[in-house]
């Protein structure tokens, strides 16, 4: 697949199928993203892989814990909540990313930045070798209580959890706004 295809195919899954996602295969993308991508200094990150179905439901314990507070969620029944954690649950695998933070506002915007160029890289190289991922920064999941549960610690920045796994329908693709609607030309 080229490039451009590649780019322009992939698509955000958000259902994933039962297949199970090999761990050697996710160090492998994140190795060859981190090697694509050039940077003067090498980018400040590190992940969590959960993966297990212990380290699943954990995680989706944590994701739903501050949910639970929600006054309005507090009305769903337990049913329901079931069921949402189930689906969470059933995500084949979830790799929390995490940045470093610096001090200096540019330094840590720029490390942010190439953080997330490295998870667009590996999103890309999944996409090549079927893998499908869902970019997830829910507010649900941006909370205090959320980063100590996964051990964000000082001096550090969450950035996201990539959801991972097969899938077999791709969706479709949203529309885009043409670039020419994004700039302004001088006279
Ligand atoms: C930085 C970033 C954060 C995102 N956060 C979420 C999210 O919290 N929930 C979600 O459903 N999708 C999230 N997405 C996925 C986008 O909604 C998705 O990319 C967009 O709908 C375009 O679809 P596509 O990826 O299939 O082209 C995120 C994507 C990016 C790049």
């Given at each position: 697949?080229?490039?451009?295809?590649?780019?322009?195919?992939?698509?955000?899954?958000?259902?994933?199928?039962?297949?199970?996602?090999?761990?050697?295969?996710?160090?492998?993308l994140?190795?060859?993203?981190t090697?694509?991508?050039h940077l003067?200094?090498?980018?400040?990150?590190?992940?969590v892989?959960?993966?297990?179905p212990?380290?699943?439901?954990?995680l989706?314990?944590y994701?739903?814990?501050?949910?639970k507070e929600?006054?309005?969620?507090?009305?769903?029944?337990?049913?329901m909540?079931?069921?949402?954690?189930?689906?969470f649950?059933?995500i084949?695998?979830?790799?929390?990313?995490?940045a470093?933070?610096?001090?200096?506002?540019?330094k840590?915007d720029?490390n942010?930045?190439?953080?997330?160029?490295?998870?667009?890289?590996?999103q890309?190289?999944g996409?090549e070798?079927?893998?499908?991922?869902?970019w997830?920064?829910?507010?649900?999941i941006q909370n205090?209580?959320?980063y100590?549960?996964?051990?964000?610690?000082?001096?550090?920045?969450?950035?996201?959890?990539l959801?991972?796994?097969?899938f077999?329908?791709?969706?479709?693709?949203?529309?885009?706004?043409?670039?020419?609607?994004?700039?302004?030309?001088?006279?």
């Amino acid at each position: 697949m080229g490039l451009t295809e590649l780019v322009r195919e992939r698509r955000s899954i958000r259902k994933f199928n039962h297949l199970p996602v090999s761990q050697e295969l996710v160090v492998e993308l994140l190795e060859k993203a981190t090697q694509l991508y050039h940077l003067e200094e090498a980018a400040r990150w590190r992940y969590v892989y959960a993966g297990t179905p212990e380290a699943r439901e954990r995680l989706s314990d944590y994701m739903l814990e501050k949910m639970k507070e929600n006054k309005l969620v507090k009305l769903v029944p337990d049913k329901m909540m079931g069921i949402i954690k189930k689906r969470f649950t059933e995500i084949p695998a979830n790799l929390i990313v995490i940045a470093e933070t610096d001090p200096d506002r540019r330094k840590s915007d720029e490390n942010y930045a190439a953080v997330c160029s490295i998870m667009q890289i590996f999103q890309l190289l999944g996409w090549e070798r079927g893998l499908g991922m869902l970019w997830d920064t829910e507010r649900t999941i941006q909370n205090e209580l959320f980063y100590q549960r996964i051990g964000v610690r000082e001096g550090e920045r969450f950035v996201g959890i990539l959801h991972l796994g097969y899938f077999d329908k791709v969706p479709r693709g949203r529309g885009r706004t043409p670039a020419e609607k994004k700039w302004t030309v001088k006279g």
